[in-house]
């Protein structure tokens, strides 16, 4: 059980990662509609690092399943639809290396999550995919980073999933407030 | 001028990075929410790797002021409280470096602007700090990255600012959706 202290954003309350999806596929304008709301979230320069490929034709979202780690796999089947996250490694106007990228295209992730949460769309980001593979299928160039690929869809019926994920299909809970707060008291002596 | 394609969640639309801010002070229990909001992020195995520092007492503000870069320093005057983003760089659990660990911080980073915004604040991050310096003073220990300081307040009144950042001072834009998105097909070799 999620408990608050504070009254947040119901949409950050009552956002979580499940893995029950429906296969009703996704409208192509959704998720151009959740890629709009990624791209206006702030970055380092207004570089905006992030870049997105969608996934939504039936044939190639199938394939694209044959490049999950099997754990993913097993829960995946119903997907109906996927968007991969990749940055930019460098600044484009000087090639000096962003070390911002990832964390930039993270608030851009954040922002999606969101917005697809108000459209009662479903998401759950995903590291465990044979990344190399991937992006030598789609011929990304070597400056961009593959860093997540997010399933897209609606809530689907739990019930229909192996045990041991049916039995972890609810919102994850977060460690207290306290232990993500560090105290930092800085010294007189820097005047 | 921002334009939009799709309907997208207000708050992600109007939410900006200005520096005209009041020095009226920034509650506590103001910042520990924007926290808390943050940490409800997705992050890879739920790691969390996110941590924060909260600088709002008057004294602890100066100081850290004193770690911008200069740039920055010019319209910070009136900042009245911020909040260090930090990151765990290895996984708790197995102490393996964690790759995901600063994009799952942009995603809380994400969250905490979007709950700053609902309550009336305004945000802006910056990368242009003393790093290191800041670090050593603040007794960081060499596993933690410090990846942004966040200014946060209400928004002030922009004839104050000095020229450049006053005629800066509006929402930036954002290159076209198809310009973020990479065309990607997989070729039928792989199944």
């Given at each position: 059980?999620?408990?608050?202290?504070?009254?947040?954003?119901?949409?950050?309350?009552?956002?979580?990662?499940?893995?029950?999806?429906?296969?009703?596929?996704?409208?192509?304008?959704?998720?151009?509609?959740?890629?709009?709301?990624?791209?206006?979230?702030?970055?380092?320069?207004?570089?905006?690092?992030?870049?997105?490929?969608?996934?939504?034709?039936?044939?190639?979202?199938?394939?694209?399943?044959?490049?999950?780690?099997?754990?993913?796999?097993?829960?995946?089947?119903?997907?109906?639809?996927?968007?991969?996250?990749?940055?930019?490694?460098?600044?484009?106007?000087?090639?000096?290396?962003?070390?911002?990228?990832?964390?930039?295209?993270?608030?851009?992730?954040?922002?999606?999550?969101?917005?697809?949460?108000?459209?009662g769309l479903v998401t759950h980001a995903m590291a465990g995919f044979s990344r190399s593979a991937l992006a030598e299928a789609l011929a990304i160039p070597d400056n961009l980073e593959l860093i997540a690929l997010v399933a897209v869809g609606e809530y689907g019926d739990?019930?229909?999933?192996?045990?041991?994920?049916?039995?972890?299909?609810?919102?994850?809970?977060?460690?207290?407030?306290?232990?993500?707060?560090?105290?930092?008291?800085?010294?007189?002596?820097?005047?």
């Amino acid at each position: 059980m999620r408990t608050f202290n504070y009254d947040i954003m119901d949409s950050i309350k009552e956002r979580w990662s499940p893995r029950a999806f429906k296969s009703t596929p996704v409208k192509e304008e959704d998720l151009r509609a959740l890629v709009e709301a990624a791209g206006y979230a702030p970055s380092c320069f207004n570089e905006q690092p992030w870049r997105f490929v969608l996934f939504h034709e039936a044939g190639q979202v199938t394939r694209l399943k044959s490049y999950l780690a099997t754990a993913n796999r097993e829960w995946n089947q119903e997907v109906p639809a996927y968007v991969l996250f990749l940055y930019h490694k460098q600044f484009q106007h000087k090639g000096k290396d962003n070390r911002w990228a990832a964390f930039d295209t993270g608030t851009a992730w954040g922002y999606f999550s969101l917005e697809a949460h108000r459209r009662g769309l479903v998401t759950h980001a995903m590291a465990g995919f044979s990344r190399s593979a991937l992006a030598e299928a789609l011929a990304i160039p070597d400056n961009l980073e593959l860093i997540a690929l997010v399933a897209v869809g609606e809530y689907g019926d739990p019930s229909k999933l192996p045990e041991a994920y049916r039995l972890r299909e609810q919102p994850g809970t977060r460690r207290s407030l306290e232990e993500s707060l560090l105290k930092g008291e800085l010294p007189q002596s820097r005047l």
